[in-house]
């Protein structure tokens, strides 16, 4: 599955990385208030190289990576996951 978010981040998550349990169990947490399981389960979804991107996607002049642009990538990335949309 392909993707690109509003901001212009193109990505592609792997079918296997989606039929996985302990990504299951991680989103439940995540669901239960777990904020902390937000980068596992991003790991899990584009691993490593993509999630790097995606930070340098985001990174600012002064060198930071904003928490509320990162959030919003990720609930697009998700949101993209639960609806089976291809870009």
């Not at 599955?1 to 212009?8: D, H, V």
């Not at 996985?20 to 991003?42: F, P, Q």
């Not at 790097?52 to 928490?67: A, F, M, N, Y």
Request: aromatic content about 4%.
């Amino acid at each position: 599955m392909t993707g690109k978010t509003t901001s212009g981040f193109e990505y592609e998550i792997d079918g296997e990385s989606l039929d996985d349990y302990e990504l299951l169990e991680d989103l439940c947490e995540l669901d239960n208030g777990k904020t902390a399981k937000t980068t596992s389960v991003l790991n899990r979804l584009l691993g490593k190289e993509q999630k790097d991107r995606l930070k340098e996607h985001l990174r600012t002049e002064s060198g930071r990576v904003p928490v509320s642009k990162m959030m919003i990538e990720i609930g697009e990335i998700f949101n993209s996951v639960k609806e089976g949309k291809n870009s």
